[in-house]
């Protein structure tokens, strides 16, 4: 079965520009979370979205937005680059049914880099 | 609110040796918890996850966790270190207390250096 996979790995934006990241979660998995990592700030929580309903939201600016398709992939959208939002953009799917007991699979990250 | 505290920046185990990676949890209600391993450049991995049931539970890769609930911790152990365990290890606790659901918390990560 394929992992979560996130496109693209790497990209290099410059302030003021907008980004869209993707991420098709492993088949079968309904729920997507998208996370930020960064060296100071580690790993924090954007949002969820479950049957292309978000589901919770982290302390993030409008700036940072999302959705789900009928087909359960999702997209995250920053627009306004600015040089605090590089960082690792990680995806995680986690399997139907098991609900808050359940583990998030995360793929490989796309990182930004904001000149 | 939930949150996630591992005190150790960084902990160094020559090779064969025991290791811990601790880990302290607050939750208004029961915890959930789990531990995950990142490998340079690369997504977070699941190791072991606590739900309910025996308080030590056992994961992938030889790791296992002792869940405390008195003491509020879920150290991660593994009785012989390789260097290949060498990575940044995240706890991470979702709190099923109350009503609506809550996002995993992940604590600042413990890097682990198992020297030959």
């Known amino acids: 079965k394929a992992g979560v996979t996130q496109t693209p790995r790497y990209l290099i934006k410059t302030r003021g520009q907008q980004v869209t990241l993707s991420c098709s979660p492993i088949?079968?998995?309904?729920?997507v979370s998208w996370y930020q990592q960064t060296p100071g700030q580690g790993l924090q929580f954007l949002f969820e979205y479950f049957s292309e309903t978000q589901r919770n939201k982290g302390n993030f600016p409008g700036r940072f937005s999302g959705r789900q398709f009928s087909n359960s992939r999702s997209e995250m959208n920053v627009s306004t680059l600015e040089l605090g939002d590089s960082a690792l953009y990680l995806c995680?799917?986690?399997?139907?049914?098991?609900?808050?007991?359940?583990?998030?699979?995360f793929g490989e990250g796309s990182r930004l880099t904001v000149l | 609110a939930q949150s996630v505290a591992q005190p150790e920046d960084q902990v160094n185990v020559a090779e064969g040796n025991p290791l811990t990676v601790k880990c302290t949890y607050s939750v208004s209600g029961n915890p959930y918890l789990f531990w995950y391993v990142q490998y340079p450049n690369r997504g977070l991995q699941f190791l072991l996850k606590?739900?309910?049931?025996?308080?030590l539970v056992k994961g992938s890769y030889g790791f296992e966790a002792e869940f405390n609930k008195s003491q509020t911790s879920f150290h991660l152990k593994k009785p012989s270190a390789l260097v290949s365990d060498s990575a940044l290890y995240f706890c991470?606790?979702?709190?099923?207390?109350?009503?609506?659901?809550?996002?995993?918390?992940f604590g600042s990560g413990t890097r682990l250096q198992v020297q030959p």
């Open positions: 995680a799917s986690t399997p139907a049914g098991q609900g808050a007991a359940g583990e998030l699979f």
């Open positions: 991470a606790v979702r709190d099923i207390g109350g009503t609506g659901r809550r996002a995993l918390t």
């Open positions: 606590y739900i309910t049931g025996d308080n």
């Open positions: 088949s079968g998995h309904r729920s």
